[in-house]
């Protein structure tokens, strides 16, 4: 729904959004008239918040009670009232700069102390994705006699991951069977054959290789390259759902929202849910990974805001997301959960900080 606000329309809205924010009290009339130094009297700031909320952006919890932000409002207030500050951006990623040392911490530990520094900042609950990569690149493979009908396949990824898995070899037989030095031999050709072919390959790449035009010496390994190729495929391609990592339970519960029982045991909840639940909140599953180019600008900060959400134990909640990046693709995601009555300046830069850290960090 599109709404067109006048400036003072506009201007009371901020003002409203903004006393609510900061009180969690219902807004009246007088105190914006007051706090905010309006040139206009509070009868007149009344019948504005009165069409605002004829409008939907704001309600009133209570007859007597002053007005709050619904989410619509609170949409119309990040979108168009708002400016996030890079000061604070800046800030913080200079704060995790000096407090986290990349070189002295594995992956995990630094990206759960970045979550733990982004929610004590924020108040919110930070949650921050292990980087899980649909592109990962081989950087060697090995076969190795095992016994004559058997090898073993290692495979090493451009991440220095190794992994192995059993072959069986029913082409390399032979009647008499072949003696091991020149099984060996066999093996140790096909292996500088794959390396030559395969060596910076992707998963994907390794889906697509035609390997019907294989050199006259090679023809009679066509079907076992095809089947190592598989395996390999199998052995490396990742769940595209990645762990994620939080921190900040406690700093969230302290806000007056989830005071009550109900609304802190929903939320916990969901954390000790399967992953598979948090992962689509941070992003769109089918953009992750991809290079930049190809995935529009995953740079940008992704704000859902109560009923956006598709889940329902967070409907109440607001959740600001985006991309931390590594060689032009995103490789994961940081972001924070808190009540829809959030600092959005505040939070959007601490969101936008944490992810330059971290993108700097892994480059």
């Not at 045991?265 to 769109?284: C, G, Q």
Request: with cysteine; aromatic share 6%; charged share 20%.
């Amino acid at each position: 729904m599109t709404f067109h606000l006048t400036q003072r329309q506009a201007h009371i809205l901020w003002a409203t959004v903004d006393h609510y924010i900061s009180t969690a009290e219902p807004v009246g009339s007088k105190a914006l008239a007051q706090e905010y130094e309006l040139p206009i009297s509070p009868a007149t700031i009344r019948n504005v918040m009165g069409g605002l909320e004829k409008s939907g952006l704001l309600f009133q919890p209570h007859t007597s009670a002053g007005r709050v932000p619904s989410d619509s409002g609170y949409r119309l207030y990040v979108d168009r009232l708002i400016t996030p500050s890079h000061k604070i951006a800046a800030h913080i990623a200079q704060l995790l700069s000096e407090r986290l040392s990349p070189q002295r911490v594995s992956l995990e530990t630094l990206l759960r102390h970045a979550a733990q520094i982004l929610a004590q900042l924020s108040g919110c609950l930070a949650l921050v994705t292990l980087p899980q990569s649909p592109q990962i690149t081989l950087r060697h493979v090995q076969l190795v006699l095992i016994e004559p009908h058997k090898a073993m396949l290692i495979l090493v990824t451009h991440d220095y991951q190794t992994q192995s898995t059993l072959l069986d070899l029913p082409e390399l037989s032979a009647d008499p069977p072949l003696e091991r030095e020149s099984l060996e031999q066999e093996l140790s050709i096909l292996t500088n054959f794959l390396n030559h072919h395969i060596t910076g390959c992707t998963v994907r790449d390794l889906q697509t290789l035609d390997w019907q035009e294989l050199g006259q010496e090679f023809q009679h390994y066509s079907s076992l390259v095809h089947h190592i190729c598989q395996k390999i495929v199998s052995r490396v391609e990742p769940d595209p759902v990645a762990p994620v990592l939080f921190g900040g339970l406690s700093e969230v519960l302290r806000q007056p929202e989830f005071t009550e029982l109900k609304q802190a045991h929903t939320l916990i909840d969901l954390l000790e849910a399967d992953n598979a639940l948090l992962w689509p909140l941070m992003w769109d599953t089918h953009r992750v990974h991809l290079p930049l180019e190809e995935a529009g600008d995953l740079s940008k900060v992704n704000i859902k805001i109560g009923t956006e959400h598709s889940l329902e134990p967070i409907q109440s909640c607001t959740l600001v997301s985006t991309s931390y990046q590594h060689r032009d693709s995103a490789w994961g995601y940081v972001g924070v959960i808190g009540p829809t009555r959030m600092a959005y300046e505040k939070v959007i830069a601490l969101v936008e900080g944490t992810s330059s850290y971290l993108s700097a960090a892994l480059g």
